[in-house]
Structures are given as C-alpha cells and as structure tokens.
C-alpha cells in the first residue's frame, strides 16, 4: 500500500518475547503505513487474533511460552486469510523449509534483522494478502449475483 493511499491501513502484528526487538520493529516500522502490534506473550497475541483481523503476523520461532511455528500454525487455524512470516536465529534449515511447506509459514526471515529485508518481506506478504482477500471478495459478490439471478428466474 503505498504512502498517502486512501485505503484502510492494515493490521500487522509482530510477536516476540524479547521487549528490545518488539521496540525496534515498533521503530522500523514507525513512518510505515500499517497499523503495528506488538506481543511478547503468544498466548495474549492470538486472543488478540480473535477481536481483530491482521493482514500479516510476523513471529520469532525460538519463544518461551510456545515456538514460532506452533503458534503461527494456531494463527492460521483462527485467521486463515493472515499471512505469516518466521523469524529465526538457530533453527534447521529443515524446520523453517516444512513450516512453509504446510503453508502456515509464507515466508521465513533470518535474524539479525536486516531492516530493509523485513520492510519488503511485510510489504510483499501484505500484497498477497490484498489479493487473496480480494479474490474471496469478487467470488462472493459473484455468487450473491448468480443467486439473485435464479431467484428472479424462478419467481418471474
């Protein structure tokens, strides 16, 4: 979504259970056009998943409580539409590569951040996104079409 753009910000959504990267991503993220969350606590990040709809979450895979892939695959089952990015430090190369094979995990981002690289990983996924959300659109109205089309039929 481009700067100035009359569209709805998005919700995007990072969670981690080190305060210090939540407060850098909060400031790369600052002059971006999203609407940013952060979480420490997975657990308090999905019951925010149940009143409000994100575009993307970002998740580190090596938290306390519950690991990344665990609690981005939870993101999916509550919020199938969000898209959702990994970071990771020491991970197998085979644990991320599964996570994105099963397609809770669209993409994987290698810690320490690079803040032009997690700048377009959001903005890509964000895009993906918009279009998925804007399919399911255009396939609803098609069927609200085609079901008042059979009505009138059936009543003319």
Not at 120 to 137: C, D, F, P, W
Request: aromatic share 8%; proline share 4%; with cysteine.
């Amino acid at each position: 979504m481009p700067k100035g753009s009359d569209t709805v910000k998005s919700n995007i959504m990072f969670v981690d259970d080190s305060v210090s990267v939540l407060e850098s991503l909060r400031l790369i993220f600052m002059d971006e056009p999203y609407h940013v969350f952060a979480f420490n606590s997975p657990h308090e990040a999905l019951c925010a998943i149940e009143s409000k709809k994100f575009a993307v979450v970002v998740a580190e895979q090596s938290m306390t409580e519950m690991d990344g892939i665990e609690f981005l695959n939870k993101v999916k089952q509550k919020s199938p539409d969000t898209e959702c990015i990994l970071m990771y430090g020491f991970v197998k190369p085979r644990t991320v590569s599964n996570a994105i094979t099963c397609g809770d995990v669209y993409r994987s981002i290698k810690k320490p951040l690079d803040i032009n690289e997690i700048k377009q990983a959001v903005a890509v996924v964000l895009v993906g996104y918009e279009i998925n959300v804007e399919r399911k659109r255009a396939r609803m109205s098609i069927f609200q079409r085609g079901t008042e089309f059979l009505l009138q039929q059936q009543g003319g």
